[in-house]
């Protein structure tokens, strides 16, 4: 086995372990933590597929940024847990077929060495001056613009939904009128108490 193959195994087996701990996890923030975990251990899979920009792209887009936002509500939240467990096991079939159909997904695409033609030929290996980078803005440009405009107009849909949602108007908040703020004078700001001194 070669050194490469034994690291591809030896991160998959962390990535699969620190993933079903995600599902498992009683703790929110363990949980967080453990797809923190997840997340640096499929940006070194990436590295040995070659693709360095997706792999440092996603340590800094969804570790430094994403999970951290995660944490930080996690924390926030005043969650009972309790109440989250009373529906799971209604759950459980839908959960089940949905899982089972990943893994056949994952088994089918993973085993197609096994299970497809066996006269497929292997990839070429990348030029010396190859950049996956360039190969890939080029291809989001080029061949998927479409669905890349769609993809962010369906995210830019999403900010707007989640902003209009959650954007309710209380009745008891507390709010100024910057208009009326910058029109005020003096006069009605201040006023002038006279009182008489007092003696010792």
């Known amino acids: 086995m070669e050194f490469k193959t034994f690291v591809f195994y030896f991160l998959s087996a962390i990535l699969l372990v620190s993933a079903l701990r995600v599902i498992v996890a009683r ?17 070194g899979v990436w590295l040995l597929l070659q693709a360095e920009f997706l792999a440092i792209t996603l340590v800094l887009v969804y570790v430094g940024a994403v999970m951290v936002l995660f944490l930080f509500v996690v924390m926030m939240l005043d969650i ?24 056949a997904e994952m088994v089918m695409v993973l085993g197609a060495k096994y299970f497809g033609p066996e006269s497929a030929p292997n990839p070429p290996s990348p030029e010396a001056g190859y950049s996956n980078t360039k190969e890939l803005g080029r291809l989001i440009y080029t061949d998927y613009v479409y669905p890349f405009e769609l993809a ?13 949602l959650t954007m309710r108007r209380r009745q008891d908040t507390k709010w100024t009128d910057p208009a009326s703020q910058v029109a005020i004078k003096r006069n009605d700001r201040i006023r002038m108490v006279s009182m008489p001194t007092e003696k010792d």
């Not at 703790?27 to 940006?43: E, M, Q, R, S």
């Not at 009972?80 to 096991?89: A, S, V």
């Not at 962010?152 to 209009?164: E, K, R, S, Y």
Request: no cysteine.
């Open 152 to 164: 962010a107009v369906i995210l830019v849909v999403a900010i707007i939904a989640a902003i209009a």
């Open 80 to 103: 009972n847990l309790e109440r989250m467990r009373q529906g799971f096991w209604n759950n459980l079939i839908p959960g089940l077929v949905v899982g089972g159909l990943m893994l």
């Open 27 to 43: 703790n929110p923030v363990h949980a967080a933590l453990w797809l923190v975990l997840a997340f640096f251990t499929a940006g």
